[in-house]
C-alpha cells in the first residue's frame, strides 16, 4: 500500500529556514507529480510547490517563489521542501502528495495519495 510521511516540521522564527521530508514507499513514482500543500487554520488547503519525479520539472506557487525549493531524490523515493526566509504567513500543517496526469495541479482532488501532514510554525 502507499505510503507518504512527511518530517521535518517544526517552530522557527520568521527569516529562517527549514526543510520538509516525504518519504514515498508502496509504488514507483516515475510517472507521478510530488506536490506540497497547505493548510493554515481557518482557511483551504492551498498549493505550494510540484515536481514532476520523471525530469524534476518544477513550479511554485507566486507566495513561495524564490524562498522555497521543491526536489526529489529518486534513490531515496523521498521528496524535500526546502523553505527558506520563512515568514509567519507560511505558519500552517504542510502535506505532500502524489497523482498522475491529466492533472490540475493547483486542485486538491486530482491528487490520489496524501501524507498526514506536518507542522510548520513561523514565529514573528
Known amino acids: 500500500q502507499v505510503q507518504l510521511v512527511e518530517s521535518g516540521g517544526g517552530l522557527v522564527q520568521a527569516g529562517g529556514s527549514l526543510r520538509l521530508s516525504c518519504a514515498a514507499s508502496?509504488?514507483?513514482?516515475?510517472?507521478?507529480?510530488m506536490a506540497w500543500f497547505r493548510q493554515a487554520p481557518g482557511k483551504e488547503r492551498e498549493f505550494v510547490a510540484i515536481?514532476?519525479?520523471?525530469?524534476?520539472?518544477?513550479y511554485y506557487a507566486d507566495s513561495v517563489k524564490g524562498r522555497f525549493t521543491i526536489s526529489r531524490d529518486n534513490a531515496k523515493n523521498t521528496l524535500y521542501l526546502q523553505m527558506n526566509s520563512l515568514k509567519p504567513e507560511d505558519t500552517a500543517i504542510y502535506y505532500c502528495?502524489?497523482?498522475?496526469?491529466?492533472?490540475?495541479?493547483?486542485?486538491?482532488?486530482?491528487?490520489?495519495?496524501w501524507g498526514q501532514g506536518t507542522q510548520v510554525t513561523v514565529s514573528s
Open positions: 515536481i514532476r519525479w520523471s525530469d524534476a520539472d518544477t
Open positions: 508502496g509504488r514507483t513514482f516515475s510517472n507521478y507529480f
Open positions: 502528495a502524489a497523482g498522475t496526469p491529466p492533472l490540475v495541479i493547483t486542485n486538491t482532488a486530482g491528487y490520489k495519495y
